[in-house]
Nanobody, 128 residues
């Protein structure tokens, strides 16, 4: 499974951006997808995740209500719609894939160590 994130850029506080993650691989529909971010000088953190079927979605408290994750299994893309952006959202955003066959708990989607494949990130900068 290979992943490539895109859609980052510079936006003013209160604005919106949509990130996309192009996914390739014959079995990608068996993988859940997640977005993580890493701000300058900080550790990488969980942002959002979606199950392989799209039925279950998970969000970090800091973005819940502002960000929406979705997936298009036909087009092999996972999107992160980000609204009401804040300067604290400034970070490099990465998408990742998690093999659902090994998951034990829903909370596993929030664990960086559980993810099997990672793509290169895209930079989001929110100006105040």
């Amino acid at each position: 499974v290979q992943l490539q994130a895109s859609g980052g850029g510079l936006v003013q506080a209160g604005g919106s951006l949509r990130l996309s993650c192009a996914v390739s691989g014959r079995t990608w529909n068996s993988f859940g997808q997640g977005w993580f971010r890493q701000a300058p000088g900080k550790e990488r953190e969980f942002v959002a995740a979606i199950s392989s079927s799209g039925a279950n979605r998970y969000y970090a408290d800091s973005v819940n209500g502002r960000f929406t994750i979705s997936r298009d299994n036909v087009g092999s893309t996972v999107s992160l719609h980000m609204n009401s952006l804040e300067p604290d959202d400034t970070a490099v955003y990465c998408c990742a894939a998690i093999w659902e066959g090994t998951l034990l708990h829903a909370s596993d989607y929030r664990q960086m160590s559980k993810y099997d494949y990672w793509g290169r990130g895209t930079l989001v900068t929110v100006s105040s």
